[in-house]
């Protein structure tokens, strides 16, 4: 996992993740980015110059057919306690409210129950599976769809929940993930949920994919302009 580990690491070290004493719940959603996450924290946990935990936790929203049971196998496995929270969430956003844009509703539900059983099994910091490509993606789709120029942060602090959210893979490139032989060796659930694949997000993704096509190190520049402390060049007004 030498191409997951690599860049994880000096996300790591250069956004002061992970400090020592800290309890860290990672969130498994059951797809590829997760659970690549979770293995490769485990993997870093042996090596790290600091001492920390992990604790793996999932939010069930209650969507037919998901059987997280493999995922609960896999902790077991590599010795890192599962949690997984039932909830109703499908059935309040596709049910009670019939949303018609159900992921908004749906991610912020999400969000909160994972924030707050953070919160109940004292971890202090939240790892979420999130890549380069993804950052990427969000940045274009804030700027087709609200109109500024805006991606996620490396690390968040959440100041009400008193928890840091922390972003590992933000320098890990999702076809090293893809194509990676260890990656797809571990258990991935797929998603039952009846938006999946029609959603705005899905047409940024094929809109970047096919830029990718003719600017292959579009990652890499579209992630150094997101960190370039002096962006723009202010408008002549002549």
């Known amino acids: 996992m030498k191409k997951i580990l690599g860049p994880m690491r000096r996300a790591i070290q250069q956004f002061h993740m992970i400090e020592n004493g800290d309890r860290i719940a990672v969130g498994l959603s059951g797809g590829k980015d997760s659970i690549a996450l979770l293995a490769a924290l485990a993997r870093y946990q042996k090596f790290a110059p600091v001492q920390f935990d992990l604790e793996a936790v999932t939010i069930d929203a209650g969507l037919d057919g998901m059987d997280f049971s493999p995922l609960i196998t896999y902790c077991h496995d590599i010795h890192v306690p599962y949690t997984i929270l039932k909830t109703s969430i499908a059935t309040v956003v596709f049910d009670i409210r ?93 998603s039952t949920c009846p938006a999946d694949g029609f959603t705005k997000r899905e047409d940024v993704k094929n809109f970047v994919a096919k830029l990718r096509t003719d600017i292959p190190d579009l990652n890499q520049k579209v992630l150094s302009a997101i960190q370039n402390p002096h962006p723009f060049v202010p408008w002549s007004t002549d």
């Open 98 to 190: 019939n949303e018609s844009n159900p992921c908004s509703l749906c991610a912020r539900m999400r969000r909160g129950a994972l924030h707050n059983l953070c919160r109940k099994l004292k971890c202090n910091k939240l790892a979420l599976g999130h890549h380069a490509d993804d950052a990427v993606e969000t940045f274009f789709l804030s700027l087709f769809y609200e109109g500024r120029i805006n991606t996620f942060q490396p690390v968040t602090f959440l100041d009400r929940k008193q928890i840091t959210l922390i972003r590992p893979l933000v320098f890990v490139n999702e076809k090293d993930i893809v194509y990676n032989s260890k990656c797809q060796s571990l258990p991935i659930i797929g």
